[in-house]
Structure formats: C-alpha cells, structure tokens
C-alpha cells in the first residue's frame, strides 16, 4: 500500500460534480426555444452552448433526433447550460420588489388621471347634451 501523499506526475482528479446552485436562465425560455426553433440549437444559444449550438445549425438537430431529445431533457429539467448548472426555474426573471411597487405606483396614478378625464369628458358631454335657447337677440346680424 502506498502511503506517501505525493502522488508523483499523476494529477488529482477533478471534481466533477455540476454546481449545486440553479442556473440563471430560464427552463420555461429555453423549452419555447427548444420547441419552436429547437432544430436550428437556437435553446443552445441561450444557454451559452455555442459550439453546440452551431452543430445543430449545420446539422439541423442531428435531422431531428438530437433536437427531440433535447425537447424532452429541456421539458423535464434535466438540461445544464455553459458553467453545467441546471435549468430549474420556470419564471424567466424573478421580478424584483422595488420593482413592483414602483409599476403600482405609477398604475395608481394613471388610474386616478384616467378618472379625471372621464369625469372632464363626462361634463363636457352634459354641456353639449343641453339645449340652447336661441332668442332673435342672440343670432347675430346680417347687414
């Protein structure tokens, strides 16, 4: 048995465990991609898989073969990108909260505008709406 740590000229194995954390893409992105440009690696773009990416182009997805097995690794979450971190999330972006309260801020107001104008227009409709009572006074005279 070998006991001396030095291990000579033969390197260490790397670890090759993928990376624990999802990826920052998105599954739901890249099964739309996969299923409607599948055939052209246009899933593989997105994911940083350029060189395979290109393959599929030149080979349009392997004549079908390559393209229906990376629909179905896609759909079932499964598919890594470029670092091997697999796509988990369906939601293409997590939307941020200051986001979001900023855009119902703005909702808001362009609700309360919306009711001033249909409160203005409103109005002008009852002033156009009444009669006019034109007395012989008022027209205006021709010489």
């Known amino acids: 048995m070998d006991t001396d740590p030095d291990y000579g000229n033969i390197p260490p194995m790397r670890d090759l465990t993928a990376p624990s954390d999802p990826s920052d893409k998105s599954r739901g992105v890249a099964t739309a991609l996969a299923a409607l440009l599948g055939p052209f690696g246009a899933h593989r773009f997105y994911v940083g898989k350029n060189g395979s990416g290109a393959l599929m182009v030149a080979t349009l997805g392997g004549l079908g073969v390559w393209w229906l097995y990376d629909l ?22 997590a939307a941020d909260v200051q986001g979001t309260e900023a855009l119902a801020q703005d909702v808001d107001a362009l609700r309360s505008e919306v009711a001033e104008l249909a409160e203005r227009l409103d109005f002008a409709e009852r002033l156009l709406a009444q009669p006019r009572d034109a007395s012989p006074s008022d027209l205006p005279r021709r010489f």
């Open 72 to 93: 179905i690794v896609v759909a079932a979450g499964d598919f890594r990108d470029a670092d091997g971190r697999r796509l988990s999330r369906w939601d293409p972006e």
